[in-house]
């Protein structure tokens, strides 16, 4: 172990392919015409990242779990404002999934759990191993706060260069990252078509969190809600009790996983020592570039970032 504070990353891959696929900024087209830009965008942001960084260890999480994973058995309404990917798309979603290989990086994906899931078990594994190790998850996704559970832990919005730590989240929300599932059983998340308590907003969920803590507490305690000093007091009782059913399957659907540990699951498996980050194979690379049909422009341009990041190994 180093000497300081060392710094495990964790990277939310599909939020950086897919503000690739549909910035303004980024465009590229294979040799066929066929669209090419969310693989060309991520293949530019891992590099420049691990030029950057020089990160010792990082995994990338995948999302391919869009209708087969378990929240969609708890719910059918769950994120079924998304739509799965057309042909094109979902060979350059296949791409990014196989860079992580080609650059010596582990990659992780499962048609169960979301990317979120993979990260929270990647996490908890970390600390399990040696509690001094920081967790900086690179994400703007706040459902992901709920896993900052060290000091030295952060959400990092890359491309903001926004880094937010627990007492951030504290600020910010007026909760605890560990109270982020009651709170988004609460108020919902419309993002993920997730339901919460209708009528209770981000004032009220605080306020109940503040004092019950979690759901749990809040409906062994449901009487006493009415001594709470808020407006509309002897209504949200009312809500809370009308909707119990949706608060709780709320919580189900915004909590992460961290505990996954099934065989057929390879992120559950991995060793953290095969997380350690190398350097990367140019010739590798260069094939893998010549079998997506990268124009020589773009394909020269990826080429040099890696030749550079080699060079610097």
Not at 147 to 173: H, M
Not at 177 to 186: C, G, I, R, S, V
């Amino acid at each position: 172990m180093t000497t300081g504070p060392a710094r495990f990353y964790l990277l939310d891959s599909s939020i950086y392919i897919f503000q690739a696929h549909f910035s303004t900024y980024v465009e590229c087209y294979d040799r066929d015409g066929e669209e090419l830009s969310a693989l060309y965008g991520f293949c530019q942001f891992i590099l420049q990242f691990l030029r950057r960084i020089r990160p010792e260890h990082l995994a990338l999480a995948h999302d391919e779990s869009l209708f087969t994973g378990f929240r969609h058995e708890l719910s059918a309404d769950y994120k079924s404002n998304r739509e799965l990917p057309d042909d094109n798309l979902a060979r350059q979603l296949a791409g990014c999934s196989e860079l992580g290989g080609v650059l010596g990086l582990r990659s992780f994906a499962s048609k169960k759990y979301e990317a979120d899931d993979i990260i929270g078990t990647l996490a908890r594994r970390v600390r399990q191993a040696d509690a001094r190790w920081e967790i900086h998850i690179v994400s703007k996704d706040k459902d992901l706060a709920q896993l900052l559970l060290g000091e030295g832990d952060c959400l990092w919005d890359y491309n903001a260069n926004r880094r937010r730590y627990r007492p951030d989240i504290i600020e910010q929300f007026g909760i605890t990252p560990e109270q982020f599932p009651d709170y988004l059983a609460l108020v919902g998340d419309t993002v993920d078509c997730i339901g919460g308590v209708p009528g209770i907003g981000p004032v009220k969920a605080k306020e109940l969190l503040r004092k019950f803590g979690s759901v749990e507490n809040l409906y062994s305690n449901l009487d006493d809600v009415g001594k709470l000093q808020l407006r509309g007091v002897g209504r949200l009782q009312g809500l809370l009790q009308d909707h119990r059913d949706a608060a709780y399957l709320s919580r189900s659907l915004a909590r992460i996983v961290c505990d996954v540990d099934e065989p057929d699951e390879p992120f559950s498996q991995a060793r953290l020592d095969e997380m350690t980050v190398g350097t990367p194979n140019v010739a590798s690379f260069e094939l893998y570039l010549e079998r997506y049909g990268f124009p020589d422009r773009e394909r020269g341009r990826l080429l040099s970032l890696c030749r550079s990041l080699a060079s610097q190994a």
